[in-house]
């Protein structure tokens, strides 16, 4: 493996292309305000709803699958730094969601990739 693989990264680039691919307009990646942590991925859905989307890859099953990684403390996390970038941008009567890209990528096999919409509901 690379000296300077990043999974973070890699399933990034993986979740920005799926999203890409289903007609989603990327406007932002790793949306950061103060220290409160970042949003993946900001996009303009085909429905016209601005997504927050947060992107999770796991490449073995130690910690479990990657759907576990999203907490509550996560999705508050990822509220707060919504509810900011909406703030600063001054938007305001724009439908919102949350989606997550989930990705499962063990060694020699196909990555499982899955993509909740609307995930914090």
């Known amino acids: 493996m690379e ?3 990043n999974p973070g990264k890699e399933g990034e680039e993986i979740a920005r292309k799926l999203l ?3 007609g989603y307009e990327i406007i932002e990646t790793n949306y950061r305000f103060g220290k ?3 949003i993946d991925i900001i996009a303009k859905a085909p429905d016209g709803y601005l997504v927050f989307t947060e992107v999770k890859l796991r490449t073995s099953l130690k ?3 990657p759907e576990y990684a ?5 999705q508050n996390q990822i509220k707060k730094l919504a ?10 009567d ?6 997550v890209v989930c990705i499962l990528k063990l060694p020699f096999r196909e990555a499982e990739i899955t993509h909740y919409i ?3 509901r």
């Open 94 to 99: 724009q439908p919102c969601r949350f989606d």
């Open 63 to 65: 910690y479990g699958l």
């Open 20 to 22: 890409e691919d289903r």
């Open 36 to 38: 409160g942590g970042e």
């Open 70 to 74: 999203i907490t509550k403390g996560k």
């Open 118 to 120: 609307d995930a914090f």
């Open 83 to 92: 509810a900011a970038y909406l703030y600063i941008r001054n938007i305001n």
């Open 3 to 5: 000296e300077n693989y």
